[in-house]
């Protein structure tokens, strides 16, 4: 966004996604909006704030008058004008709402530009909302993360965030920190008397409330990453074990072909599932062994590629059987995070002889074929994605950025606290606190640098 974030001109963009609909919208932004869009509806009248008029846009517009082309209707429409502040962006904002195909709403875009309006960067909308303060840095973001939701979860999380849920626990954070570091300040105004306006007792059970707030943030937040961003969950075993059964049973579908034989699988596949609310990239592979097929082998390559980029690896075991050589390689093998599954367990009464895995690893029985234990899977998949936390409510925090900063802001904290410990100033915990502030201000972005509003707002489409 070069124009440095310039709001003075008409910004125009199709706000609805490509491809052909019912309706189209095309809106504009800027304080030329209604001038703009009266001259594409030939209305020497103006529109009426909040309501919805119908109109025609013509193709000969103020700019083409004295061409010769004859006047030509180009869609009708329904134009609703929602005055300045009052509106999306706190600007004038006209929503033009033709037929929905692609080519009549490009016309209307570039017949508003010839009109004067200039075509709408990526996130140009939102980011003039942040800009009018209309909307915080989080609630902007939110705005993104609404539109890239794919799971009801991740709507749900990012609505909290737009709704301000997390700006009112940041801001509910600041003002503690605020009057901390005024209660200090004062006392500074009086050297002699050391903490006159409050005792260090006092100030270290500031700091702990401050420290177990922050701490409550930081901590929803690894849930909630993983919820935002989705992970990639690889499942791995020897053949036959009954991989892509399990694979099919997560996937709610017979994706993956499922054969008595060893080997059946040989090519990595992959399916996007929804596992809790968890965007999942699930990844079957091929069965791990010696191989002197040149196909399989290739396979067993491609799985153990897949295994290192993975967030998780479902490690498959036959539960009806004792471990043998090619399990026990693989327990060898997968050093990353990892959940050790035992499938067929309708075969078998008798528990999986269990031996040679890391401490307090236990398989967990299911059965691919009876549905038998994969509830109870998906909740331990989802837990160990995000280091170990149960479920609990929608996370607060979501986004790493916050994360970061919420981090930076308990860290600042937690030195606050040591210093007063090992007998330190005011000055010295003013410091901290005044750290800790920075830190949550870049969260909701009253302190921002323009390369970051840059990195943020580029992450949207065209036309929000
Ligand atoms: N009884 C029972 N049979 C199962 C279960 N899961 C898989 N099977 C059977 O085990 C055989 C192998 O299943 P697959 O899903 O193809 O196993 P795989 O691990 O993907 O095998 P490869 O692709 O060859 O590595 C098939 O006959 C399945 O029907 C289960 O939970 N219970
Ligand atoms: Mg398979």
Redesign the pocket.
């Known amino acids: 966004m070069d124009v440095a974030f310039s709001t003075a001109d008409t910004i125009v963009a199709v706000a609805t996604p490509p491809g052909r609909g019912g309706l189209g919208v095309v809106r504009l932004s800027g304080p030329d909006a209604t001038a703009i869009t009266q001259r594409l509806t030939h209305r020497p009248a103006r529109f009426e704030a909040r309501h919805a008029t119908l109109a025609v846009v013509h193709s000969n517009t103020s700019a083409l008058v004295d061409q010769t082309t004859a006047d030509q209707s180009v869609d009708q429409v329904v134009v609703t004008w929602f005055a300045a502040p009052h509106s999306y962006t706190g600007e004038d904002v006209v929503e033009i709402s033709g037929h929905g195909s692609p080519w009549l709403l490009q016309r209307i875009v570039d017949l508003a530009c010839l009109e004067g309006a200039r075509l709408a960067q990526p996130g140009e909308f939102t980011l003039r909302a942040y800009l009018n303060e209309r909307l915080d840095l989080v609630q902007a973001e939110a705005v993104a993360d609404l539109i890239h939701a794919v799971t009801p979860l991740q709507a749900r999380v990012a609505m909290d965030q737009l709704e301000g849920t997390l700006t009112t626990a940041v801001r509910e954070i600041e003002e503690q920190l605020f009057s901390l570091a005024a209660k200090l300040e004062a006392s500074l105004d009086f050297p002699d008397e050391g903490f006159h306006f409050i005792t260090r007792r006092e100030v270290t059970a500031d700091l702990d409330l401050l420290e177990s707030a922050l701490s409550r943030l930081v901590s929803d937040g690894r849930r909630g990453r993983v919820i935002r961003e989705g992970r990639m969950v690889v499942i791995a075993g020897r053949p036959n074990v009954g ?2 059964s399990l694979f099919n049973a997560l996937v709610g579908a017979s994706r ?1 072909i ?1 054969t008595p034989m060893a080997g ?2 040989r090519d990595v596949l992959t399916e996007h599932v929804d596992i809790l609310g968890v965007p999942v990239t699930l990844v ?1 592979t091929a ?1 791990l062994r010696e191989s002197v097929d040149a196909i399989e082998e290739e396979g067993v390559r491609r799985a153990v590629q897949a295994r290192a980029v993975a967030a998780l690896t479902l490690l498959v075991f036959d539960a009806s059987q004792p471990l043998g050589e090619d399990d026990r390689r693989l327990l060898e093998a997968v050093s990353g995070p990892r959940l050790v599954v035992g499938n067929k367990s309708d075969l078998s009464d008798a528990p999986l002889e269990w031996s040679g895995s890391r401490p307090g690893e236990v398989p967990q029985l299911v059965s691919a074929v009876t549905g038998a234990g994969l509830e109870a899977l998906r909740a331990t998949v989802v837990a160990a994605m995000a280091g170990g936390q149960v479920e609990r409510d929608t996370p607060m925090v979501s986004n790493q950025r916050h994360v970061q900063q919420l981090e930076r802001a308990l860290v600042a904290v937690e030195r606050a606290r040591k210093n007063l410990g090992e007998g330190g100033t005011e000055e010295l915990v003013l410091a901290e606190l005044g750290e800790a502030r920075d830190a949550l201000e870049a969260v909701t972005g009253r302190r921002t640098a323009d390369e970051l509003l840059e990195h943020i707002f580029s992450r949207f489409c065209i036309g929000k």
């Open positions: 991989k892509s993956a499922v059946t699988t079957d069965g």
